[in-house]
T-cell receptor
């Protein structure tokens, strides 16, 4: 079964509104989670690293005021796309690396992804 | 030069064919290696880890050559269900894990 859950799977919103996407680790604690964006026929692009209890680390070119990340607990990180525009329409995916309870293999577990369409 | 480079693809093969994907990485600090599979409009899922000794899982064989900084994935007896994008993934350990994804290679297996 899924070890990382993402919600919602689909969201359609009007331009100018904000959208929140949740990412949960289901059976392990994740001090670090990752947020990606993927455009059609392109690879995953890391947007930011979400750190529990501290500020997220954003990749170059990603606006931190546009993509707000909150990692308030060891099992939940949220990404809020603020004042969304049509060009923000994309597939957003989160991931987490299981490090507790067994040797760290470096394997990433991905959420199911959230497809955002901004009208 | 990209940190992780893969065959551009797409690969179009008939059922039953053997297909090989190649991947090279540029950072010698790369520590662990994986092949992920991504179906259209779905999240990536781990296919297999890659070890220096090579590893096999059914029809899939992965190999790592650290000296050449090269990773491969071999799929034997291709099935229609193997059609997907295959991502080469490399973890760097530079004081903390950093994961680098290749652009992916699309595979189409046809009847």
């Amino acid at each position: 079964g899924a070890v990382v859950s993402q919600h919602p799977s689909w969201v359609i919103c009007k331009s100018g509104t904000s959208v929140k996407i949740e990412c949960r680790s289901l059976d392990f604690q994740a001090t670090t989670m990752f947020w990606y964006r993927q455009f059609p026929k392109q690879s995953l692009m890391l947007m930011a690293t979400s750190n529990e209890g501290s500020k997220a680390t954003y990749e170059q070119g990603v606006e931190k005021d546009k993509f707000l990340i909150n990692h308030a607990s060891l099992t939940l990180s949220t990404l809020t796309v603020t004042s969304a525009h049509p060009e923000d329409s994309s597939f957003y995916i989160c991931s987490a690396r299981r490090t507790s309870g067994r040797a760290n293999t470096g394997e990433l577990f991905f959420g199911e992804g959230s497809r955002l369409t901004v009208l | 030069r990209k940190e992780v480079e893969q065959d551009p693809g797409p690969f179009n093969v008939p059922e039953g064919a053997t297909v090989a994907f190649n991947c090279t990485y540029s950072n010698s600090a790369s520590q662990s290696f994986f092949w992920y599979r991504q179906d259209c409009r779905k999240e990536p899922k781990l296919l297999m880890s890659v070890y220096s000794s090579g590893n096999e899982d059914g029809r899939f064989t992965a190999q790592l050559n650290r000296a050449s900084q090269y990773i491969s994935l071999l799929i034997r007896d291709s099935k229609l269900s193997d059609s997907a994008t295959y991502l080469c993934v490399v973890n760097l350990n530079t004081g903390g894990f950093k994961t680098i994804f290749g652009a992916g290679t699309r595979l189409f297996v046809k009847a």
